[in-house]
């Protein structure tokens, strides 16, 4: 079973528009990535968020975690064409293995 | 610069058939672990290594094996395939609990 799911399975914009995908997770955890993957690419690690943090940027990207509803969005702002992707989060809930979930598709139109 | 590959890219292989793919990182990383990408899925984990001599079992481990004989190297094998183990395969490494560095990917076709 999966950790965490991603809302919404799938999302299309516009260029300069910002981008909001949610992860749900199901037990304790230390930390929360998300991760992009480009078609027919692997996984790229995006971003790390630790369960006593609460908010985390970088660059155009902005991730939050609440503990408290076990849950996670990652915003990105100002989208570009290249921000078209997959994206994952993935949660450390069972020791040290990362559990993803199905991901967003995101596509950005220019 | 370090990095993780993965070989072939892409095979094709017939039913019954033990196949094996490769996978090696050159960041001296003692996590290694190996998952398998189906559409609606994301990514489920098949196998996974901790350090040399050292394999554990994913959730989806049925069908495949791995050996850890060094630090850089993980190959999985198929022991007979399955047309149920048509997927992309990716091969992943991490210093520790953190970031994972991960392959290219291996698409995988059972006929």
């Known amino acids: 079973s999966q950790q965490g799911e991603e809302d919404p399975q799938a999302l299309s914009i516009q260029e300069g528009e910002n981008a909001t995908m949610n992860c749900s997770y199901k037990?304790?955890?230390?930390?929360l990535q998300w991760y992009r993957q480009n078609s027919g690419r692997g996984l790229v690690h995006l971003i790390l968020?630790?369960?006593?943090?609460r908010e985390k940027h970088s660059g155009r990207l902005r991730v939050t975690l609440d503990t408290s509803k076990k849950s996670s969005s990652l915003l990105i702002t100002a989208s570009r064409a290249a921000d078209t992707a997959s994206y994952f989060c993935?949660?450390?809930?069972?020791?040290?293995?990362?559990?993803f979930g199905a991901g967003t598709i995101l596509r950005v139109k220019s | 610069d370090a990095e993780i590959t993965q070989s072939p890219r892409h095979k094709i292989t017939e039913t019954g058939r033990q196949v094996t793919l490769a996978c090696h990182q050159t960041?001296?990383?003692?996590?290694m672990f190996w998952y398998r990408q189906d559409l609606g899925h994301g990514l489920r984990l098949i196998h996974y290594?901790?350090?040399?001599?050292?394999?554990n079992k994913g959730e989806v481990s049925d069908g495949y094996s791995v050996s850890r004989s060094n630090t850089e190297d993980l190959p999985l094998t198929l022991e007979s395939a399955a047309s149920s183990q048509t997927s992309v395969y990716f091969c992943?490494?991490?210093?520790?609990?953190?970031?994972?560095?991960f392959g290219p990917g291996t698409r995988l076709t059972v006929l």
């Open positions: 993935a949660t450390d809930g069972y020791g040290n293995k990362l559990v």
């Open positions: 037990t304790s955890i230390n930390n």
């Open positions: 968020i630790r369960s006593n943090e």
């Open positions: 960041w001296n990383h003692n996590n």
């Open positions: 290594s901790y350090g040399v001599q050292d394999t």
């Open positions: 992943a490494s991490a210093k520790n609990t953190d970031t994972q560095y």
